[in-house]
Nanobody, 126 residues
Framework: QVQLVESGGGLVQPGGSLRLSCVAS????????MGWFRQAPGKEREFVAA????????DYADAVKGRFTISRDNIKNTVYLQMDNLKPEDTAVYYC???????????????????WGQGTLVTVSS
């Protein structure tokens, strides 16, 4: 059974940085896409970034391009989201998600991911 456990959230000032981690367990993830999504209060869950575990290619939402970096560590079975130059509008609960690559039609669609973590809160405020 796939399990995803996020960590690394917290309070940070505007312009600061955080690194989120998602430890994945339960199977081999070479055929998976790993995604990060976020949900702000009163808003729908939205796509942030994704990485194809096997080949390492990445995609980003326009709002975070150039500021966030997604990566994975094959030995630790962990996906990271490095977030730099954080803005107040980045405040949200951040979720890690996993989906089988061949079954994903749209990387940014929550419906295409089958497994989710519990989320970690990121607050950007002075």
């Amino acid at each position: 059974q796939v399990q995803l456990v996020e960590s690394g959230g917290g309070l940070v000032q505007p312009g600061g940085s955080l690194r989120l981690s998602c430890v994945a367990s339960g199977r081999a993830f070479g055929a998976y896409v790993m995604g990060w999504f976020r949900q702000a209060p009163g808003k729908e869950r939205e796509f942030v970034a994704a990485i194809r575990w096997g080949v390492g290619t990445t995609d980003y939402a326009d709002a975070v391009k150039g500021r966030f970096t997604i990566s994975r560590d094959n030995i630790k079975n962990t996906v990271y989201l490095q977030m730099d130059n954080l803005k107040p509008e980045d405040t949200a609960v951040y979720y890690c998600a996993a989906g089988i690559a061949v079954r994903i039609i749209k990387l940014s669609s929550t419906d295409d991911y089958t497994n989710w973590g519990q989320g970690t809160l990121v607050t950007v405020s002075s």
